[in-house]
């Protein structure tokens, strides 16, 4: 006999363990949650530097999509890893708590004002849920809660190339900015994270781990859903697959796909909406003609310019060895120390070509030489620094499209990274500037050589970036929210599937371009945004 639920959570991501929570706590209804990943207990994910040498080393907290091939990067692909883990992005992120600019929400509300009965997705709209959400160690004010479960926090631990880093940018007449989530994100700072004394706190900890107990509550892990029961264009169940077998459940509310922006896709097309015609092509009935699913993919972009140190700073050979030992018994007895921290504790949010215009690149300092293995193998390893560099608002839009219709195939991604002319134009100026950064004291007296990029050329940078160019980690907008009448809104602006009933997107593919940041604190919101739909709050 099969199970009946109130509602279903497909995805234990950010959006989805927000979203489950509130059904459970705030709904009192009937829960399950199927999340294709594995659990989120593990030592190296919850300290904040461990979750990169699983990264490097290949873990089964990670799913690997390896692009097709990009005829603009002269038929390069890109390996782009997502989180298989319970808690999804904030299991294994960098950690940095980044909500954009309010002008981003804004953008969606004018997007999504031609919807009969809209809500508002403008920045007063949102900034609600963010405050309710974060409970920040540092600040509580008009732009900030204390009292929520994520917690948000300061740095454990700066290193001293960090805050070189910062000091050269304010050289170069950027101002510091001590909360780029304040009343202004331009300047150079540090950011805040997503952790506790040392511990990450992940979607999971913070939503799902206190209803461990609640009966109303189940969480299925390592079940990956096929498909979307459909009946008279109503959304009742699913279909997911698990060690066991084969499994059919249903619900009497509604079903919220929540599985990303790669996943949430495929798992509509494999359900029978999308484009008709590629899904004619795999031989999918057609329950609703959407041409917008699987469209519209965009991620921020990322090259870096990298340097080696003339002496013994950063993180290098820090995780090996006698500083192995050092490092982890400081944190074992004291909290405190290097283990406190990502590595990635300072940023800025710049315009290279117009100062005083919207910020146009974000950038991370990491206070090691930040290569692949055939860089590092040519050039050798050692102490360095990188100025890890992403456009934030790109021009270039990709796609996600079925492989077939045999459910655990991987979908085919084209994320188009710097096709547009713009967005290369941009990226070179972006690497012009930060390689004047490296220039700039204090980090000046402490660069023996820039070992990346080398041509300074816009022939040599263009080549550089076709070469080293991958993701930022934030793909969104593949089954995005738009207005009545836009024939790529797979959703109107209440996340509802259109013509389908009981069927809502609650993850970053639904919003209708990229945020000017960081994507976990956003997702977060839509799952909070989401369970006041659902509930009739909104």
């Not at 997007?111 to 405050?131: C, E, M, S, T, Y």
């Not at 300047?187 to 990450?200: D, H, I, L, V």
């Not at 069927?503 to 371009?513: G, I, K, N």
């Amino acid at each position: 006999m099969n199970e009946t639920f109130d509602h279903i959570v497909i995805g234990g991501g950010s959006a989805g363990s927000v979203a489950t929570s509130r059904l459970v706590e705030d709904g009192g209804g009937r829960v399950l949650l199927l999340e294709a990943g594995h659990h989120h207990r593990h030592p190296l994910l919850d300290m904040p530097p461990g979750v990169f040498k699983l990264l490097k080393n290949g873990s089964k907290f990670f799913k690997t999509h390896l692009s097709e091939p990009q005829a603009h990067l002269d038929g390069r692909r890109s390996e782009i890893p997502q989180g298989n883990v319970l808690g999804g992005g904030s299991s294994v992120n960098g950690q940095a708590y980044v909500r954009g600019r309010p002008s981003d929400y804004d953008d969606w509300n004018d997007v999504l004002r031609g919807n009969n009965d809209a809500i508002g997705w403008g920045w007063d709209d949102v900034l609600p849920h963010f405050k309710r959400l974060e409970g920040n160690q540092k600040f509580n004010d008009d732009l900030h809660g204390a009292d929520g479960k994520l917690t948000v926090s300061d740095p454990g631990y700066i290193d001293d190339i960090a805050r070189w880093f910062v000091q050269a940018l304010q050289a170069q007449g950027e101002p510091f900015n001590p909360d780029f989530n304040g009343v202004s994100q331009r300047g150079a700072g540090f950011f805040q994270f997503t952790y506790n004394k040392g511990q990450r706190v992940s979607a999971a900890y913070a939503f799902l781990d206190p209803l461990k107990d609640n009966p109303n509550l189940t969480i299925r892990l390592e079940a990956e859903v096929q498909r979307i029961i459909i009946e008279n264009n109503r959304a009742v169940g699913v279909v997911y697959r698990d060690k066991t077998g084969l499994h059919e459940v249903r619900c009497q509310g509604e079903v919220i796909l929540s599985a990303g922006a790669f996943i949430t896709p495929k798992i509509l097309m494999l359900s029978g909406i999308g484009p008709a015609d590629h899904l004619a092509e795999h031989g999918i009935e057609v329950v609703a003609d959407l041409p917008g699913v699987g469209q519209n993919l965009k991620d921020h972009p990322d090259v870096s310019v990298v340097a080696r140190a003339n002496g013994p700073y950063g993180y290098y050979g820090q995780d090996r060895g006698w500083n192995m030992l050092r490092n982890g018994l400081e944190f074992k007895l004291f909290r405190r120390g290097r283990i406190t921290t990502t590595g990635l504790e300072a940023a800025c949010f710049v315009n290279p070509t117009n100062p005083e215009a919207p910020p146009t690149h974000e950038a991370y300092c990491i206070p090691v030489m930040y290569l692949d293995d055939d860089w590092l193998k040519r050039i050798g390893d050692g102490h360095g620094m990188s100025i890890q560099m992403v456009l934030l608002k790109p021009d270039s839009t990709g796609e996600v499209r079925l492989a077939s219709a045999d459910p655990s195939a991987m979908p085919l991604i084209s994320p188009n990274f710097l096709k547009e002319q713009s967005d290369m134009d941009a990226m070179i100026a972006g690497l012009r500037y930060f390689r004047q950064t490296m220039d700039t004291q204090p980090l000046a007296s402490r660069i023996k050589e820039v070992v990346a990029p080398l041509d300074m050329s816009d022939a040599g940078l263009a080549a550089h970036c076709r070469k080293v160019v991958k993701t930022n980690y934030h793909p969104v907008g593949t089954a995005r929210m738009g207005a009545d009448g836009d024939d790529m809104a797979v959703l109107d602006a209440r996340m509802r599937v259109r013509t389908i009933q009981g069927l809502r997107v609650c993850d970053m593919s639904a919003v209708p371009d990229i945020p000017a940041g960081n994507t976990n604190a956003p997702a977060m919101v839509l799952g909070d945004r989401c369970a006041d739909l659902v509930l009739g709050v909104l």
